[in-house]
């Protein structure tokens, strides 16, 4: 449930005088050139009437590796071996992917004390800025993750057509990527993303992301301009998401720019359900002021929590400045009510997360960046997120290696509900945790990576009052697996922090004792690869895991967007053979995972087999953990849930945007109330992450065997108490006899008084070799399918014959009536489902694309069901 507050008295009263803020993005044409082909400087370029002849077509936001390929002067580097195809930047040297990027655009000089800004929100790395043949910033900008405004008030052209133009430089170490992580290391001079040196994730960016990389805006404001608001709640007490709360303290403070030269006088004011809050303000000619309003008491507010435990209520404050009856500018701030806190749980000496006085579980997935490529939309940032939620996820670490993300990101986690962990750019194998004979420089003088202290300095503390008002951001991190230098930490930490955001906990480093303690050894995160089901209940690792993960190979649809058709072969364990395209792609191995269910026919057989490891190894990973929590665990997060390119590992949806069983296995294991299957003990037990007290459940557990036969096991009510998990069933002598040969499968269920079915978790237990002979050997069934349009969504029946096997392990997809491709991204209720025989599933399609797609069929498959294209009714 997702409500936004919106208080728009006030928006519509600065509208009516015609002074209310007004903003819009330059973000189409632009053009482009090299450096290198480019004689004139920048007084000259700038310039409205000098020709742009035979200028490159540009993308910005974007990278010039972007508008290179938009050029087609690029192959795609996400397909096959491509990328060892684009000269490496390391090679060719800077100047290669130095560019010039121009964009003309209408904007007349304003009247009286009118004032137009230029905003750059992200430049990487280096860049002069030019308009209408005048130099606007005094000296170069460096830093990518360091905004930039400018007052481009007199330089604006007197008839309204204006030229920007700029120069973008290359990070001034560029690094050798030469297989390690980051490369040779040095990348991490830079202050930048780290990844675009290589990793064991992904190649190496071959311009190193270099270009106008985000947002370039102009604003219209009068002589008094808002910067950097910031809104803090108080949420004292422990509190439920239903009923009438209890007040909270809304607390609001923001810096004022004058742009005049003379003093000016106003108010800075806003209006919350129905109450004023102003402030006069007299400010002095040409500087700032950061201002406090007095504090406002909100009763009865509507907060917002983390997706699982209650609604995601957005409300919008709308900061205005006035002066003189006029409106000089407005800036509508959106927030959440929440609080969130921690303490350190002495039984599994980790960090607990509560919020609104409520400890909350941690359930989340490590994020890289959208698009390794940095080509960023809030559509794109929307759908990821929302797979997030859909997993039954609460939490999103961003790794340190990559960038603060962009705004678009936090507003998606507002809305969906999920916390965000937000690494600083350190990594510990860039900046000297250990010794690595890939790079090029020893521990000591990488541990005091990056060149330049004080832009890394001034980099947080920009990204902090870009970031801090988004109720989804939890907690800040000094960097993935180290700290930054002690000169840096102790800026963060006594001053940056507390001076600009004293509301959130901030870890050292990601994997920190503050975090979790490290009782076992090692580098207090992992495993990575494939595990056995039974490990990931009876193995314990690190209380507060903040890097635990498997694989993530797509079926073959997935594969074949960017793998050649020389190179769709499959994996042979056996013979210790990978096909070289493939680990380019970063392919990590399935070992021996997939022989029980019998050796791959060709590709498409390996892949759908792959899917039945993807789902068992993380929903077990979740069920896992919690079936420990509160006394091995406080939380955990996969390693990892998304990639920014085509690699092959740890992702649960791939680039395109198509999930794999991955995604459905994690939304499985980590529901919110959830009746779970111990492989160890042998034990049925049942989870209840809410706040709420669930009595009366009643618990069905079947068994059913390769021909479908049901076999009672057990049914009785049971009781789930508020953040618990609570055993109540022990199997092991009921199961084996029935599985010894062929294996067997097992639903468990629970239902309320009403029969409404709230959790269904289906398992395929081997037989006990360890074989899945009876999967083998499964017979074809085939279930009546329809699909039916009701309103946006698409709702697929799924029915299985009474007598009949179980349907089994079914792919649902949207695809293309045309081309039969398939439809992305739309988003499934539950997906690679089976049917127990005399039962139907119904799924559920939504998401934009379903509303637009008018061709469209309903494909389902599965393990014993061959293909079907159903029409929608």
Not at 362 to 377: E, L, Q, V, Y
């Amino acid at each position: 449930m997702t409500r936004r507050l919106i208080v728009s008295g006030l928006l519509l009263c600065a509208a009516a005088t015609g002074q209310a803020q007004e903003q819009y993005e330059l973000n189409s044409g632009w053009k482009s050139m090299p450096v290198k082909e480019v004689k004139l400087d920048g007084t000259k370029i700038s310039q409205p009437q000098q020709a742009l002849n035979n200028w490159d077509a540009a993308i910005v936001p974007g990278t010039v590796l972007t508008t290179m390929l938009h050029n087609k002067q690029v192959p795609d580097p996400f397909f096959g071996m491509n990328n060892n195809r684009i000269p490496d930047i390391y090679t060719t040297g800077p100047e290669h992917y130095t560019r010039w990027f121009v964009k003309d655009f209408t904007e007349t000089a304003p009247a009286a004390d009118g004032q137009v800004w230029l905003h750059f929100r992200g430049v990487n790395d280096g860049c002069d800025i030019y308009l209408n043949g005048k130099k606007v910033n005094a000296e170069r900008h460096y830093g990518a993750y360091l905004r930039q405004t400018y007052n481009i008030t007199p330089f604006l052209a007197k008839d309204g057509r204006n030229r920007l133009a700029v120069i973008v430089y290359p990070p001034a170490v560029v690094g050798d990527p030469n297989g390690g992580q980051g490369g040779d290391g040095t990348i991490a001079r830079n202050v930048g993303p780290q990844y675009t040196a290589g990793w064991d994730w992904i190649q190496p960016m071959r311009d190193r992301n270099t270009g106008i990389w985000d947002q370039v805006t102009i604003e219209k404001t009068g002589a008094v301009r808002i910067k950097d608001p910031h809104v803090v709640t108080l949420v004292p007490g422990t509190r439920q998401p239903e009923g009438r709360q209890a007040p909270a303290t809304i607390q609001v403070t923001a810096t004022l720019e004058n742009a005049a030269a003379t003093t000016v006088t106003g108010q800075l004011k806003y209006v919350l359900n129905g109450k004023s809050i102003q402030q006069t303000v007299t400010l002095s000619p040409k500087g700032f002021t950061k201002i406090t309003l007095p504090d406002l008491l909100l009763e009865n507010p509507r907060l917002w929590w983390p997706a699982g435990y209650g609604p995601q209520n957005l409300y919008e404050l709308p900061l205005e400045f006035t002066a003189n009856g006029k409106v000089s500018d407005m800036e509508a701030v959106e927030f959440g009510i929440r609080e969130i806190q921690t303490t350190w749980n002495t039984h599994t000496r980790s960090r607990e997360i509560s919020v609104n006085g409520q400890r909350i579980f941690i359930k989340g997935g490590n994020w890289i960046t959208s698009d390794a490529m940095f080509r960023f939309s809030r559509e794109r940032y929307d759908a990821e997120v929302r797979f997030h939620r859909d997993m039954n996820l609460n939490l999103i670490r961003i790794w340190g290696g990559s960038l603060t993300e962009r705004p678009e990101f936090f507003e998606a986690c507002d809305k969906y509900g999920l916390l965000v962990f937000q690494d600083f750019w350190m990594s510990g194998d860039c900046n000297g945790r250990w010794v690595d004979p890939k790079k090029k420089e020893d521990q000591w003088t990488r541990r005091q990576y990056p060149n330049d202290h004080g832009l890394f300095i001034s980099s947080v503390a920009d990204q902090v009052k870009m970031l801090r008002n988004y109720p989804s951001l939890a907690f800040w991190c000094g960097g993935n697996e180290i700290t930054p230098p002690q000169d840096i930490l102790a800026a963060i930490k006594d001053s940056i922090l507390p001076s600009l955001d004293g509301t959130r906990y901030f870890f050292d480093f990601s994997n920190s004792d503050s975090m979790s303690y490290n009782f076992i050894g090692g580098n207090g995160d992992g495993p990575y690869g494939i595990q056995t089901i039974e490990h990931f209940w009876a193995h314990r690792t690190f209380p507060f895991n903040s890097e635990v993960g498997s694989v993530g190979v797509g079926d073959i649809t997935s594969l074949k967007r960017f793998l050649p058709a020389e190179n769709l072969v499959a994996p042979d364990f056996a013979a210790n053979k990978v096909d070289s395209v493939w680990d380019y792609h970063k392919y990590i191995s399935y070992n021996n995972s997939l022989e029980p269910y019998g050796r791959a026919k060709n590709l498409e057989d390996w892949a759908n087999k792959a899917q039945l490891v993807n789902y068992d190894q993380y929903r077990a990973l979740m069920e896992g953990f919690s079936a420990h929590m509160w006394d091995w665990y406080t939380g955990t997060i996969i390693w990892k849930t998304q990639n920014p390119w085509t690699a092959m590992r740890g992702q649960m949806y791939d680039y395109y945007l198509d999930p794999n069983a991955c995604l459905y296995g994690l939304r499985s294991g980590s529901k919110p109330l959830h009746a779970m299957y111990d492989p160890v003990n042998k034990i049925i037990m049942v989870v209840n992450n809410t706040f709420q007290y669930h009595r009366d459940l009643m618990l069905e557990v079947n068994a059913y065997d390769m021909n479908g036969k049901q076999y009672p096991v057990e049914q009785l009510f049971v009781e789930a108490s508020p953040s618990s998990v609570q055993r109540h069933i022990e199997l092991k002598t009921k199961l084996d006899a029935l599985k010894e040969k062929k294996g067997l499968f097992l639903s468990l269920r629970l239902r309320t008084l009403h029969k409404e079915i709230l959790d269904d978790n289906f398992y395929w237990l081997p037989a006990a070799d360890g074989q899945y002979s009876g999967l083998q050997e499964l017979k074809p069934v085939k279930p009546t399918i329809t699909a039916q349009r009701k309103s946006k969504e698409i709702v697929v029946t799924i029915s299985n014959p009474k007598d009949a096997p179980v349907a089994f392990f079914n792919r649902v997809s949207l695809v293309d009536a045309n081309t039969k491709n398939r439809i992305l991204p739309v988003f499934y209720s539950d997906n690679y489902i089976s049917v127990l025989p005399g039962e139907q599933r119904e799924i559920l399609i939504s998401g934009e694309k379903v509303s637009t797609a008018g061709n469209a069929l309903v494909e389902v498959f599965g393990q014993n069901v061959a293909t079907q294209l159903v029409n929608i009714k």
